[in-house]
């Protein structure tokens, strides 16, 4: 167990809809990552949070969008949802969010958009 | 954009084999993290290496930090079916983590 929880575990939704998924890091860990996962796509970095604020955005679509809350969960929301962004989204969280830190990963969100 | 090539994709040996798994870049990394992915599961990192010519050792698994620090290997000797899974690796540079498209690995009993 990392200690990162992501919920929920599975989500099965339609095109053009949109959802959140939600991250809690592990315990005294301030930075939080968004990575997407696809078959043809490898792991791919969206977004990174630290203390509250965004400190790095990699390729993420203008249709998502995430934050992190006070308390250090963080949400990642896609909208307008394509059938293409079917994937599994992980969370991963670092102390300090130093590139050379372990990322402790959760266990993924399986998004499928039908 | 850099960019950290895996190779091979896909890997199928048996059990008690050797295999060398290779990470190459154009880039130069602060550092190389290698992880190790089960189905259902997120990545766990196995080593990080930080100096170029770094080798690291974690039981039959052996890392190589390449000597410019742009590429690295990993080479695991008598293989067993507990090493199947998704091997990937990730450089660290700036304020970004970049992840190689993985090295999918089947060890058959």
């Known amino acids: 167990d990392s200690g990162v929880t992501q919920t929920p575990k599975h989500l099965i939704t339609a095109t053009g809809q949109r959802v959140t998924l939600r991250c809690s890091p592990r315990?005294?860990?301030?930075?939080v990552y968004w990575y997407q996962q696809s078959l043809d796509q490898g792991l791919q970095f969206l977004i990174q949070?630290?203390?509250?604020?965004?400190?790095a955005k990699g390729n993420i679509l203008e249709r998502f969008s995430a934050q992190q809350f006070p308390d250090l969960h963080s949400e990642l929301n896609l909208s307008s949802l394509e059938l293409g962004d079917s994937a599994l989204y992980f969370c991963?969280?670092?102390?300090?969010?130093?590139?050379?830190?372990?990322?402790?990963f959760g266990s993924g969100t399986q998004l499928s958009v039908l | 954009t850099q960019l950290l090539e895996q190779s091979p994709q896909f890997l199928s040996i048996q059990e008690g084999e050797n295999l060398t798994v290779y990470c190459n870049s154009s880039?130069?990394?602060?550092?190389l993290q290698w992880y190790r992915q089960e189905p259902g599961e997120g990545p766990v990192l196995l080593v990080t290496?930080?100096?170029?010519?770094e080798v690291k050792k974690l039981k039959r698994l052996t890392f190589q930090f390449g000597d410019a620090r742009k590429d690295s290997s990993l080479h695991i000797t008598a293989a067993q079916p507990g090493d199947t899974g998704l091997y990937l690796c990730?450089?660290?540079?700036?304020?970004?983590?970049?992840f190689g498209g993985g090295t999918r690995l089947m060890v058959k009993p």
């Open positions: 991963a969280s670092s102390v300090w969010g130093n590139n050379n830190e372990k990322l402790f």
């Open positions: 315990s005294g860990d301030l930075s």
């Open positions: 949070y630290y203390n509250g604020e965004e400190r």
């Open positions: 880039s130069v990394f602060s550092s």
């Open positions: 290496v930080v100096t170029g010519g």
């Open positions: 990730a450089g660290a540079s700036r304020n970004m983590l970049t």
